[in-house]
């Protein structure tokens, strides 16, 4: 007997009551009881506002106008109350901090059967029973703003999966994870779902990741529409994912690249499984490639640190830390969640500071110097544009901090349109800022802070919730700032073919310290270090060890490749 339909759609349309056309256009959609299914789609395909719709959010608490019909387990939204929905969908926050109420764990994973006045014995017997399954047990006491990212998203999944709801759905559960912690969640879901046959709803962009677990069926978006429903190896045979801003899984552009005709392949969404005709001899010509290698720099230090040491609330960050930065380096700062990357990064730029020890620009020591002070060389750049951005007018960003170090008004002007023009925003210097796109917001961040004329730039996570296209245009900028303005960049990411393409030399960061400084792929060619720092080798390894090939000569011809086209 075919499973019934657990989440219909038919013809809806969705509105937002401050926007001027539809997010969500004409949709049907049809979700049995029991599947694993995947929404992926670039930035503002639609993606969450679909999910919104699914767990009852959209138009409850966020409002606008809403035509068709939604059926959840055979009922209509429209006549069920928002409570009534979130005992038929558990949802689990792309931020996991939005989503804790309670002050330890404990009380976090009972809050729900707390508010449905559910037995004592019984609620302790549930939370312990989910704490033992998702290997929280000796977290019961901790407050939740203690968890790193992994337990952190855990200990929501364990609040949701009490009330026992039958779909779960996960917005963008990889967005804050370290490699291994994402890796270690896509499995945990996997479990969950083979173990409760509850249906499951993942919204990601990140395909590659979530396809390391086999899914039902994937939904496409864009603009505001379903491209189409299908089965994984339909999808990527199709090879239409860069059309709609979206990654292919690595090893299959790897295949692709080197000749393959991938629409003849097998268990394509699979690198451990993917074979076919030519596939073996085509990946030793493109093993036979030389592989290059930028230098890490060997100009002079623009940045040293020296012997510092920093805890927090008794807790040991770093203890006797020495790195040097030259000019010209482009570092990739990598580790898992709460090592203390960004900790590092704002000791750097002077929003914190140390027990002891010192940090160095050139030779002068920074030891008292003012977060303005440092500010003029050392630019320090959020993940979320948003929370840097203080004007309307896009000129009037740029020209603050000239305006507040007192330069007059031709250099401020000249200065600005010069950074304007750098940034690719000059034809929108006379817009709002609320006109321009995520990417743009991105881009004028750091045009602010290139008017200051800085030496170094720190950027936390800078693609971050980024589709494919969005990370390709933010990063081809930053290595053209670097290559051409002699910028020395300094990013914190989770995203290791980022850090093999890109940097020129890695720091993976360990507890109290640094674990390995070195060429990215010798970083993750070391099995202690991608351990320690919960890295995660990259699926072109996959394939290097199951034909026996060499995997830096494999990524290093996939760069060379795709550098090519982009630079076309």
């Given at each position: 007997?075919?499973?019934?339909?657990?989440?219909?759609?038919?013809?809806?349309?969705?509105?937002?009551?401050?926007?001027?056309?539809?997010?969500?256009?004409?949709?049907?959609?049809?979700?049995?009881?029991?599947?694993?299914?995947?929404?992926?789609?670039?930035?503002?395909?639609?993606?969450?506002?679909?999910?919104?719709?699914?767990?009852?959010?959209?138009?409850?608490?966020?409002?606008?106008?809403?035509?068709?019909?939604?059926?959840?387990?055979?009922?209509?939204?429209?006549?069920?109350?928002?409570?009534?929905?979130?005992?038929?969908?558990?949802?689990?926050?792309?931020?996991?901090?939005?989503?804790?109420?309670?002050?330890?764990?404990?009380?976090?994973?009972?809050?729900?059967?707390?508010?449905?006045?559910?037995?004592?014995?019984?609620?302790?017997?549930?939370?312990?029973?989910?704490?033992?399954?998702?290997?929280?047990?000796?977290?019961?006491?901790?407050?939740?703003?203690?968890?790193?990212?992994?337990?952190?998203?855990?200990?929501?999944?364990?609040?949701?999966?009490?009330?026992?709801?039958?779909?779960?759905?996960?917005?963008?559960?990889?967005?804050?994870?370290?490699?291994?912690?994402?890796?270690?969640?896509?499995?945990?879901?996997?479990?969950?779902?083979?173990?409760?046959?509850?249906?499951?709803?993942?919204?990601?962009?990140?395909?590659?990741?979530?396809?390391?677990?086999?899914?039902?069926?994937?939904?496409?978006?864009?603009?505001?529409?379903?491209?189409?429903?299908?089965?994984?190896?339909?999808l990527l045979k199709k090879d239409i994912l860069t059309n709609y801003g979206l990654r292919n899984p690595l090893y299959l552009d790897l295949i692709r690249l080197s000749g393959v005709d991938i629409s003849?392949?097998?268990?394509?969404?699979?690198?451990?499984?993917?074979?076919?005709?030519?596939?073996?001899?085509?990946?030793?010509?493109?093993?036979?490639?030389?592989?290059?290698?930028?230098?890490?720099?060997?100009?002079?230090?623009?940045?040293?640190?020296?012997?510092?040491?920093?805890?927090?609330?008794?807790?040991?960050?770093?203890?006797?830390?020495?790195?040097?930065?030259?000019?010209?380096?482009?570092?990739?700062?990598?580790?898992?969640?709460?090592?203390?990357?960004?900790?590092?990064?704002?000791?750097?730029?002077?929003?914190?500071?140390?027990?002891?020890?010192?940090?160095?620009?050139?030779?002068?020591?920074?030891?008292?110097?003012?977060?303005?002070?440092?500010?003029d060389k050392i630019g320090y750049i959020m993940q979320d544009p948003d929370k840097m951005i203080s004007k309307v007018m896009i000129q009037d960003e740029v020209a603050l901090g000239l305006k507040l170090?007192?330069?007059?008004?031709?250099?401020?002007?000249?200065?600005?349109?010069?950074?304007?023009?750098?940034?690719?925003?000059?034809?929108?210097?006379?817009?709002?800022?609320?006109?321009?796109?995520?990417?743009?917001?991105?881009?004028?961040?750091?045009?602010?802070?290139?008017?200051?004329?800085?030496?170094?730039?720190?950027?936390?996570?800078?693609?971050?919730?980024?589709?494919?296209?969005?990370?390709?245009?933010?990063?081809?900028?930053?290595?053209?700032?670097?290559?051409?303005?002699?910028?020395?960049?300094?990013?914190?990411?989770?995203?290791?073919?980022?850090?093999?393409?890109?940097?020129?030399?890695?720091?993976?960061?360990?507890?109290?310290?640094?674990?390995?400084?070195?060429?990215?792929?010798?970083?993750?060619?070391?099995?202690?270090?991608?351990?320690?720092?919960?890295?995660?080798?990259?699926?072109?390894?996959?394939?290097?060890?199951?034909?026996?090939?060499?995997?830096?000569?494999?990524?290093?011809?996939?760069?060379?490749?795709?550098?090519?086209?982009?630079?076309?």
């Open positions: 007997m075919e499973n019934k339909s657990m989440i219909e759609f038919k013809d809806v349309t969705f509105q937002y009551n401050s926007q001027s056309e539809p997010t969500l256009k004409h949709i049907n959609l049809n979700i049995k009881a029991g599947e694993k299914v995947l929404i992926a789609g670039p930035s503002g395909s639609g993606k969450s506002t679909l999910g919104n719709l699914i767990n009852g959010i959209i138009p409850r608490n966020i409002k606008g106008m809403l035509d068709g019909e939604i059926l959840i387990d055979g009922k209509n939204t429209q006549s069920m109350s928002l409570f009534d929905l979130s005992l038929k969908v558990g949802t689990l926050l792309q931020n996991s901090n939005d989503q804790f109420v309670g002050l330890t764990v404990a009380e976090d994973i009972a809050f729900g059967m707390e508010n449905d006045c559910v037995d004592n014995s019984d609620m302790n017997k549930k939370v312990n029973q989910w704490a033992k399954r998702l290997d929280l047990k000796d977290l019961l006491s901790q407050a939740p703003s203690e968890l790193s990212g992994g337990q952190k998203q855990r200990t929501g999944l364990a609040g949701i999966m009490v009330d026992e709801a039958p779909i779960l759905l996960l917005d963008e559960p990889l967005a804050a994870l370290d490699p291994a912690s994402g890796a270690a969640s896509i499995n945990l879901i996997d479990a969950i779902h083979n173990e409760l046959n509850n249906t499951v709803i993942v919204i990601e962009h990140r395909i590659e990741e979530v396809l390391n677990q086999s899914v039902d069926k994937i939904i496409l978006m864009n603009n505001g529409e379903i491209v189409g429903v299908f089965k994984p190896d339909e003849g392949l097998e268990h394509i969404s699979s690198a451990k499984l993917v074979d076919g005709k030519y596939l073996l001899p085509k990946l030793q010509q493109a093993n036979a490639y030389a592989k290059y290698r930028p230098d890490i720099s060997t100009a002079s230090p623009v940045l040293k640190i020296d012997n510092l040491n920093f805890a927090y609330k008794q807790k040991i960050i770093f203890e006797n830390l020495n790195l040097s930065i030259n000019r010209g380096d482009m570092l990739a700062l990598v580790g898992k969640n709460g090592v203390g990357k960004s900790t590092l990064s704002k000791l750097i730029a002077g929003f914190i500071n140390p027990q002891s020890g010192s940090v160095y620009l050139g030779d002068e020591s920074l030891d008292g110097v003012t977060i303005k002070q440092r500010a170090r007192g330069f007059d008004d031709d250099y401020i002007n000249r200065k600005v349109m010069e950074v304007l023009k750098i940034c690719h925003l000059y034809e929108f210097r006379n817009w709002p800022i609320s006109a321009l796109s995520y990417g743009q917001k991105k881009r004028l961040t750091i045009a602010s802070i290139l008017a200051l004329n800085p030496k170094i730039l720190i950027l936390d996570e800078p693609t971050a919730g980024q589709d494919y296209y969005h990370y390709t245009e933010i990063m081809q900028f930053l290595k053209s700032l670097n290559q051409e303005h002699h910028i020395t960049m300094i990013f914190v990411t989770h995203d290791m073919y980022l850090m093999t393409e890109y940097a020129n030399r890695a720091v993976a960061l360990g507890n109290h310290g640094i674990l390995k400084d070195d060429y990215p792929e010798n970083v993750l060619n070391d099995e202690s270090v991608v351990k320690a720092a919960h890295l995660k080798s990259t699926s072109i390894s996959t394939i290097a060890d199951r034909f026996n090939l060499n995997a830096d000569r494999l990524t290093h011809y996939l760069i060379s490749k795709e550098s090519n086209i982009k630079n076309e």
